[in-house]
Nanobody, 125 residues
Framework: QVQLVESGGGSVQAGGSLRLSCVAF????????LGWFRQAPGKEREGVAS???????SYADSVKGRFTISRDNAKNTLTLQMNSLKPEDTAMYYC???????????????????WGQGTQVTVSS
């Protein structure tokens, strides 16, 4: 059974750090695009960071310079290192995989079709 399992969420004070991990079971994702998303109460889900099949990365403006996404294909693991956390980072965080991920003119277009169950991150002021 194909599964993505997140871990590492928790509660932290503003300025602190957390490291989220996502492990894939049932398949190897070395050719997939991978990403982290988050959803705060009453808000739409938003993309946080992505790492593409060629290893290139992208970040939401709100997390640039604070968050780092990385992948370890040998371990089927995706991580999100979050530093200098702010209360507005509070949300449920989800990892996702796109088994179909194309690139044209340098722009990646992942079709996110695999999702984890989420891990809660709470940042207090």
């Amino acid at each position: 059974q194909v599964q993505l399992v997140e871990s590492g969420g928790g509660s932290v004070q503003a300025g602190g750090s957390l490291r989220l991990s996502c492990v894939a079971f049932g398949y190897t994702f070395d050719s997939y695009c991978l990403g982290w998303f988050r959803q705060a109460p009453g808000k739409e889900r938003e993309g946080v960071a992505s790492v593409y099949s060629d290893g290139s990365k992208s970040y939401a403006d709100s997390v640039k310079g604070r968050f780092t996404i990385s992948r370890d294909n040998a371990k089927n693991t995706l991580t999100l290192q979050m530093n200098s956390l702010k209360p507005e980072d509070t949300a449920m965080y989800y990892c996702a995989a796109a088994t179909q991920c194309t690139v044209a003119a340098g722009i990646w277009r992942p079709r996110w079709n695999l999702w984890g169950q989420g891990t809660q991150v709470t940042v207090s002021s």
